[in-house]
């Protein structure tokens, strides 16, 4: 079982003809993905070649529009390797055609267009993960992003990161155990996918049997995540809040990581997650050892 994405999941690219996406399909092809084309309005009625992971050469078809990959390919996912100038035209495109599952891995998104195609989502039939983000992975199945295919196998720990790096360390430090589903939600302070969605979808899932989730300073989103797992999630959860050391009203990395007026630190967080059941661990390594001992109890 896994979250979102699975071996059947038909995958489209925005952007195939890029740098970021030639490089990319290239590497998800590689890790089983089933990607069935892509798009590019400039481009559209050429096809690209690939390599499929067996060595052999596929041509993939570059359609004008999404509308036009998903009725000639039933693709459910795409994957936007978009300019930021040019990712919410993208994205309402891709929410116009219905495409199940959207991952938008651009980063530099303008804040006010993120806010515009989050709302324009609302209520419509597409999952957003992203904007800025590594994207998703189901290993042994399919990669819908960035993630490196290879640091993990798959196993029974769902994992859910604001942070793309960490989520690649998590998996890399667990990697004796593996992971159902990883999930990079994005740093920016407007995404589509949040840990909520992620920690009820994991919740859900059989194969599930215990949760990483990597949150960061600023914002609220890891209290309301320790207010929701304290009311709905049964399964064991381990925590990791990077930015312990972030010094007040500096912007850090991440768009919407910032600490302003004592909200939104990492030691309210860690505190919020703790009075929910969550053990937090002070670095990634001490977090993956919190999950090793919870998985040897199970």
């Not at 215990?210 to 960061?216: D, K, T």
């Not at 209290?223 to 850090?252: C, D, L």
């Not at 919020?272 to 001992?293: C, D, I, N, Q, W």
């Amino acid at each position: 079982m896994s979250i979102f994405l699975n071996k059947d999941s038909k995958v489209i690219v925005q952007g195939i003809t890029g740098g970021e996406g030639t490089k990319h399909t290239a590497l998800m092809l590689k890790a089983g993905t089933n990607v069935v084309g892509g798009v590019n309005a400039r481009k559209a009625g050429t096809t690209v070649e690939h390599t499929d992971p067996d060595g052999n050469t596929v041509e993939l078809p570059v359609f004008g529009t999404v509308a036009e990959a998903i009725e000639k390919t039933g693709a459910d996912v795409s994957v936007a390797f978009v300019p930021p100038a040019f990712t919410k035209d993208a994205v309402i495109e891709a929410i116009d055609a219905e495409i199940g599952l959207l991952v938008i891995i651009t980063e530099g998104v303008p804040v006010q267009d993120s806010a515009e195609f989050w709302a324009y989502a609302q209520g419509k039939k597409t999952r957003i993960i992203g904007p800025n983000c590594p994207g998703i992975i189901t290993p042994g199945e399919a990669l819908a992003g960035i993630t490196p295919a290879t640091i993990s196998g798959s196993g029974p720990i769902g994992l859910v990161s604001k942070s793309g790096t960490l989520t690649y360390q998590m998996m890399f430090e667990l990697r004796d155990y593996g992971f159902t589903t990883a999930i990079g939600i994005g740093g920016d302070p407007i995404i589509g996918t949040t840990h909520i969605d992620a920690l009820e979808a994991f919740e859900a899932d059989p194969d599930t049997k215990a949760i990483v989730m990597i949150g960061e300073i600023g914002g609220d989103a890891e209290e309301k995540a320790a207010a929701y797992i304290q009311a709905h999630v049964t399964k064991p959860v381990v925590g990791y809040v990077a930015g312990f050391t972030a010094p007040e009203g500096k912007t850090m990395g991440h768009a919407g990581a910032i600490v302003a007026d004592g909200a939104g630190t990492a030691q309210g967080k860690k505190e919020a997650l703790e009075a929910a059941g969550v053990k937090v661990g002070k670095t990634p390594s001490e977090t993956a050892e919190l999950m090793r001992e919870i998985l040897k109890g199970l």
